[in-house]
């Protein structure tokens, strides 16, 4: 029997990508939607691409509208889940894709985000060491960010293999839908096209605790990570460039059979053969990850790059793949690793 699932957030880009995934999973019928200005529009109005939902009128978030599920996705900005998550019964599976739940440490949470800390729920990246025991059964999920999504499932093979020093330097250029769809002055189309452009640079961006937070258990003691992220004039996706130093006796063979060991029976996860690359053209709309890994003998460092699609993966993608491990239900049911091309 399909369990019936409710949307917050259904007028956004996340929340859209994640209909286009549930429209096509056997498994979920689909149940509220639910957004903020946009209550009471009709979704065709708000996401055209969705043509099999274009009647649905959006109701205003509230406790009533989102009783009744047996799965409730949040997709709102950060600090906006907590409240209505704490609405919703202990026996109802809630999946948060903002930021809420993913810190551990309150004061990393207290300093990047700037409000008091909501709490940790079981992290949704099942491919990390232990992360899927983590989610099996759990009716509470934190869904990761977009980078950190791409940047720990580039490196965490160097981290638990102990083949990589604990300063990680990572640069990653992201689409702009990874900045949601209200109209910000810094992304319009002019501003964009033909340009690439860093922010948040020198530590101040909200996704390096998190990364810290993954590669450090990965590694079992503290990692740094200099994080870069950059804007590119594309609508989706991420590519991520990752570096550590690597440690004394490592070796091209050794670092190769540490991915090779830890993606071997990932479903989403692509280990590409040695001298491709991973590109973001490539896994456009599906859930899949590209990596590559090289030694960099002369400067003594493991550069790992990683693909993703930031509104798949990064995220609606991601939320359906915990969704699958915490109801039991098979890992890749209704996502894909077949990407659009050209
Ligand atoms: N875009 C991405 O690549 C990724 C996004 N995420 C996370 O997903 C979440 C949504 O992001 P995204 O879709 O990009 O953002 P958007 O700005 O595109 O959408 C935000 C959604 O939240 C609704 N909303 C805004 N304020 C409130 C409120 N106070 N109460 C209830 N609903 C509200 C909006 O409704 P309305 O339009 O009706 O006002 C809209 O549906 C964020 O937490 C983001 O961090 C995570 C990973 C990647
Ligand atoms: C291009 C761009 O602006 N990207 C967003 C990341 C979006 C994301 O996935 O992160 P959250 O889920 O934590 O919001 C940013 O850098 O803030």
Known sequence: MAVRAAVAGASGYAGGELLRLLLTHPGVEIGALT????AGQRLGALQ???????DRVLEPTTPEALAGHDVVFLAL???QSAAVAEQL??????????ADFRLKNAADWEAFYGSPHAGTWPYGLPELPGGRA???????????????????LALFPAYAAGLAGTEAVVVAASGTSGAGKSPKPHLLGS???????PYGVGGGHRHTPEMIQNLSAAAGERVTVSFTPTLAPMPRGILATCSAKAKPGVTAESVRAAYEKAFADEPFVRLLP??????TASVYGSNAVQVQVAHDAAAGRIVAISAIDNLTKGTAGGAVQSMNIALGLDETTGLTTIGVAP
């Open 35 to 38: 957004g903020n200005t946009n």
């Open 191 to 197: 501003e964009v096209m033909g340009s690439m452009t």
């Open 274 to 279: 040695e001298g491709q690359w991973p590109a």
């Open 134 to 152: 983590a989610l099996e059964g759990s009716r509470r999920v934190a869904v990761p960010g977009c980078y950190p999504t791409a940047v720990s």
């Open 48 to 54: 055209p691409h969705l043509l099999p939902l274009a």
């Open 89 to 98: 019964g202990d026996e109802v599976l809630v999946i948060d894709m903002g």
């Open 77 to 79: 900005p950060h600090g």
